[in-house]
């Protein structure tokens, strides 16, 4: 044993040896190890140094002790050294340190019963544990639950989970929570509450099968295995149960503090209950079958309230009042029979005495003759085979056969309850799959073993068989699926042990037939078994001292069983003739027990489908009932047990293992002895052994190099992290045959995985060494460094002081040298400025007066000039005028003449219909060549301001230099007088201050000595006044600081009230919005259910007569309807224009209509154009920021021209008003001429074509593409350079040929706009194919980016971020040659269009010459005018929509059903449909008509319910309509009139404001619908966040490297890797962004979406903490930093969404302390006080949970000792707070609706033609 790892034992190294008390003992190795020697010195933990001595002839070293950050994992197979202690020692740590009561054993769940009621089987949990992998959450049994009916969904194969243990070991606990499990998670597939059913079977079951033992307070005495069958849906749909060697002789004995079956202990505690009065039952301690054990009460159990749960447990599964007060009777004449005295007659018979009270109230129970029973139970009858005779029975065989009689009553009534239970819990469909579920007995030893404990252990014999097999077959399919050599496993087989029991000629088979024989007897059996198996199996032993007991050798242990009673209890034998006489009861169940089960009746029907019985059923015929009740009770069992290993080995098992901590029932009271004892009869071991005889240790090759990378060197690490492996793995171990690699796993043998923690170890300790190493370097060099920091700031003070003395001389001779040089200048000085003020007043004078004569000399060539310029100009402007006045008059007289004749020649030409576009084109021309004019004068007349402003600069500084220099001789003059003056008063003043000096110093010396005196008095005086005024100080401190502090204290005081006030009245107002929401979600909850329940009946019968319609089918026929009539009106309009083409002008007006409806046709086609781009620019939002940048400068040059396009307009529009006049007035004149018609026609025309103008106005400002804008350009070139055919000369026509040649005119300009649209639906759908090639370039574009970005994330960091460097040059490179190409082929456009305008405007010079201001109509050209369907502004819109009623159910099928929130959130304004539908309400109040509001209002409610319905998981649909909902109560509330929601509208608001109604109903109607939304809307969102939470939070490593990588055993978790699939943190934010962008274009109120944010991120932070709070794994320093920085990105969001104020981040103070728990130091009372201080957000349970789970990756870390724990637990004992462990996931904040007027004017909003809304009437 360990020869192989004896390089292991060093120094140091711990070591398990064999203890007496403790089995096994940790001790400590002193001095190394050598191959050889014979003894080890070792130091056991309480200091105490031995030798222990090796065996001489195996040499076998003690087992190794796993390293400590192995100790208390969550599988045992995660363990370095797979042997005994160290499975003994991890569930020790476990159980009693970390108080985990589930460990995993390899695929073994092992249950530790801490005889506590622990907080981890609730709801919460459950939900905890649902849907996640076995590995992934820590050990439960919910766990092997959610494994079980996971595998059973996914591989759809039949499941069993196997429970097993000694009694009191919580087997049938464990049971009943996998079956709660399942019934909570799969629920029922009907509305028959089936998981209730079979949840209900436990109490009953407890209660007749369930007992009190000294090991067990609810020991199961019986076997059992429920099936749970699922349907094709995994959803419940039954059960049933088989029961097996029911302990019927408990019926009759208990030992000492043992009770009897629950059921009668249950009757008697609720005897004085009115319908059980006729059992006439009293206490249990009255009766002999019920006070043998002397203790009839549980503590903690109420008998009485046990009875009324199994009574309605009854209930619920079909047994009615009758068949339960049926069951009472029976079992109450089973405790009166027990107490039945029977008196001894003589030696050989006895009798009952007359009028027994008990035997008479048991016939009266039974419904038998009190006679019968009396006389059968004394006798018995003897059949010869000719004779009968009737014997009587001594005492002793009568008591007996009493008590066999009561033993068979009690099992037939069992059976018949099973029976009947099964028969409520059987399935009504077929049944698809079930989950089995095993409780039974485990291994028994007692110190007298008999029947009950053979057959326990022959069926333990055959568990552990297929248990062995299921291992060993486990093992094999994971080497043979990793490729790994496969060598033979030796295990225990133990099939000779069952073939001793059960082949032929074995126990059993030698028992029956000594049962057969009529002399057979204990003793004769036990001779043929020593003759039979002494000498020919090894395995069945003859104890020394006994020839009544025989040894069986056991797989767990030896077991010696004592063969009195053996035949006895096998035979189970009862006297006929008292079954004879129940039989003939008038009690009809008792009848019903004793007949054929093939007659047996159901309490819920006549008619019921019979289940499984609980023993095999008989294949014989019904006339063999009676050899079938004669079939030996071993019998019956061996057979049952087959029956069960044949459907265990069907299914996939599942092994949950049980064990006693300790006999006393102590909790959190560990026996090692007891432990080791049930580990080894249960199998766990042999696991052990199995695992560790081959590769035991298994880790993937990623977790093996983030775990081993510390032992790597940088030249070891490979970009495939397999072959780093194997190299590795090569240089650390050199034995090749102690590891081998799989496909994906690599496996180590047992010890290498502590061997490689050791070197990792030995690593970071020498990485430790070497960083504490240069930290007190750094230390000891900080520390001189001060020092001599220290010595030179003395030293530089020193010499600084002798500096400064120095200094000081130097500074003192050096003043006096600047004193005398500062004297001697000052008199130099003096002198110097009397002799230059001489001078400078001499000069002053002198340039004064050439100054003045200078001016004057300049004053009068200025005037000079200006008389000249005068005279000049006043005789240019008298010739200019005359001349200018003769060129007017002949221009005029010019001008009439040609005027006058084109006056003429127009009114000849007014008549042609082409006039009208030969003016416009002119005029066109006109405006080119004004703009061009325009342009160029606005140049010159920049260039002359430009020249003027140059010289008036030039001339005003040119004037200021002169007016300066005038006023400074000026003042110079002043300054001169001034100074002389000065000279004589300075003198005089000069002697009057010295006589004034003079006495001011005689009175200053009298005043001085005044003073002293006064100021020595006052010195006197105030120090007494301040030792005064300090005294009163200090008294007025005091009280200012006792009323500060008395007001302090009484604000603080009115404060926290107020603050408690407040926060209770805000805590009731959240808990009742919270209740009431409750309450909605459950009223919609209950709604749904009606409208399934009313669409399924409605499906299922279908009624006669008129059936009303759903709205779906209602909104499909008005579609229909609609289409049908738009294709009626469309073919109409068609037909009508093929009936009026013969018309004259009708024709024209046809057209025009088809024309309206073409432009149409192109606007839709427009919308989309302009959706599609939309879309496109989003998708590349990024690179057309740069883009737009570049098209700034051609965006202003547009605009620029648009306004100049707009007052050439309004000039135009001006000219055609003044024309329209003119030609007007001539019509009018002339409306006799010939020809007149045609002028109406032309003012016709005339006003369209003004009114087309503003419509062409309006398209300037709306059409914002460049692109289109181009290409119109471009088309207008072309277009302007077709000539058309010139018309003919209407002047020579005749009246009659008039109005053919008009009608042809008329033709052929329909033929030309057909043609034109024509070219326009050609020009959009080129559009439309460059667009939809545009998309599908930037999807290529798109991929290539994708692929590039996959390529980049397989390369390394540095050389990732050098890719992505060059790979942006390149796209910036490329976009901008695109651009640069761009702009030439633009400035090529644009310089080609400007050779043109100057072509046309020569030529239109030209024109002018020749003609004047004519057109000549051979010039004119044809302009194509783009139809884009711009609707008209209307005048006066009231912020209305009228609609017809028959067009309410197409109006929410277009706004509500059929409405897609994309495109609306994308192209429309938000809360577009709640606008148009409050519009549409608006009208109906207007209109007065009640019975519209209501209908309206009410199928908007119904269609938004039924979107929700539909799409209720889709996110963006649920926030649209939540945001529309609100949106239209906010409507509601701003237009209701109430002055408290008016106060923000305007007066054109307040106008439109609901006048006939109060729709405060209905608001409260909407406001619950929003609730309903938005709980909707949190739920869809909830179970998007679901799957990426814990992936994200908790096992991703955000921060690479610093979390390790443990040994994780057969159940590997999730790893931290991130793989393609693998959520992350990055995952979440993108999530949230996501919602967030959503919410926001679709309009949401910001208060709303602060409301949401704090819903998500409580979401985010409980279901964390709560598999925080589940996972070992998870409680470690590593992943408390983890989860912190998680944290802090998450406020990085918050910040960045400007939702900090939202109380988002104290939903996640929870989540925030656990992080800083686990990450705070753990270990003084400090630490303590510290961690209750700062985890005021966390319950007790949940910090001692966390400290329990916390879990060191590294030996440089500690664990939380327990007493550590205990002190915490101590201070935290007065939290007053729910001792609830998990976090509640499902709640949901109560949500309000602040209001949020909108300032958007109803008249402003446009209806798009998208939502297919022209119905709709603007009022």
Known sequence: MNQELHYMFVKFARVWIPDAEEVWKSAELVKDYKPGDGILHLQLEEGQEIEHKLDPKTKNLPHLRNPDILVGENDLTALSYLHEPAVLHNLKVRFIDSKLIYTYCGIVLVAINPYETLPIYGADIINAYSGQNMGDMDPHIFAVAEEAYKQMARDERNQSIIVSGESGAGKTVSAKYAMRYFATVSGSASEANVEEKVLASNPIMESIGNAKTTRNDNSSRFGKYIEIGFDKRFHIIGANMRTYLLEKSRVVFQADEERNYHIFYQLCASSHLPELKTLKLGKADEFHYTKQGGNPVIDGVNDAKEMTNTRQAFTLLGINESYQMGLFNILASILHLGNVEIKDRDADSCQVPPNNSHLTVFCELMGVTYQDMSHWLCHRKLKTANETYIKTTPKLQAINSRDALAKHIYAKLFNWIVDHVNQALHANVKQHSFIGVLDIYGFETFEINSFEQFCINYANEKLQQQFNMHVFKLEQEEYMKEQIPWTLIDFYDNQPCINLIESKMGILDLLDEECKMPKGSDDSWAQKLYNTHLKTCALFEKPRMSNRAFIIQHFADKVEYQCDGFLEKNKDTVNEEQINVLKASKFDLLVELFQDEEKATTPTGPTGKRMLSVKPDPRGRPNQSSKEHKKTVGLQFRNSLHLLMETLNATTPHYVRCIKPNDFKYPFTFDPKRAVQQLRACGVLETIRISAAGFPSRWTYQEFFSRYRVLMKQKDVLADKKLTCKNVLEQLVQDQDKYQFGKTKIFFRAGQVAYLEKLRADKLRAACIRIQKTIRCWLARKKYLRMKKASVTIQRFVRGHLARRLVKFMRRTRSAIIIQKYQRMYVERTRFKRKKAAALAMQCILRAYLARQSYNKLLREHKTILIQKMVRGWLARQWYKRSMAAIVYLQCCVRRMRARRELKKLKIEARSVQHYKKLNIGMENKIMQLQRRIEEQSKENKVINERLNGLESSHAVETEKLKKEVGRLRNAEEDAKVNSNKVTSLLEELARLRQEL??????????????????????????????????????????????????????????????????????????????????????????????????????????????????????????????????????????????????DMSTFLKMQKRVSELEQDKHSLQNELDRREEQFQRARARDDEEHKKARSAELEYESLKRQELESENKKLKHNLNDMRQLLSGNAGAGSSAPGSPAYKVLLEQLNSANEELDVRKDEVLILRSQLVSHKEAMQHKETMTEPMSHPEDLHKMKDAGEITQAYMGLKDNNRLLESQLQMQRRRGEEEVEGLRGELQRMKEENNRQQQLLAQNLQLPPEARIEASLQHEITRLTNENLDLMEQLEKQDKTVRKLKKQLKVFAKKIGELEVGQGESVSPGQTVDEPIRPVNIPRREKDFQGMLEYKKEDELKLVKNLILELKPRGVAVNLIPGLPAYILFMCLRHADYVNDDQKVRSLLTCTINSIKKILKKRGDDFETVSFWLSNTCRFLHCLKQYSGDEQFMKHNSTKQNEHCLSNFDLAEYRQVLSDLAIQIYQQLIKCMENILQPMIVSGMLEHETIQGVSGIKPTGLRKRTSSIADEGTYTLESILRQLNAFHSIMCQHGTDPELIKQVVKQQFYIIGAVTLNNLLLRKDMCSWSKGMQIRYNVSQLEEWLREKNLMMCSAKETLEPLIQAAQLLQVKKKTDEDAEAICSMCNALTTSQIVKVLNLYTPLNEFEERVSVTFIRTIQTRLRDRMESPQLLMDTKMIYPVTFPFNPSSLALETIQIPTSLNLAFLTRV
């Open 998 to 1143: 003079a006495t001011t110093q005689k009175d200053k010396k009298v005043i001085e000595d005044w003073a002293e005196k006064y100021r020595d008095e006052m010195e006197q005086m105030v120090s007494e006044l301040k030792e005064q005024n300090g005294l009163l100080k200090g008294e007025k401190e005091d009280l200012n600081r006792l009323i500060q502090e008395q007001s302090q204290q009484m604000t603080e005081k009115m404060k926290r009230v107020l603050q408690e006030e407040t926060q209770q009245l805000e805590s009731d107002l959240n808990e009742e919005r919270s209740r009431y929401q409750n309450l909605l979600t459950e009223h919609l909850r209950l709604e749904e259910r009606y409208d399934d329940l009313k669409e399924s009946i409605t499906i299922a019968v279908p009624k006669p007569g008129h059936r009303r319609t759903d709205s779906t089918h209602s909104s499909n026929e008005s579609e229909s309807t609609y289409m049908s009539e738009f294709a009626e009106s469309e073919e109409g309009s068609r037909a009508g224009e093929d009936m009026t083409r013969g018309g």
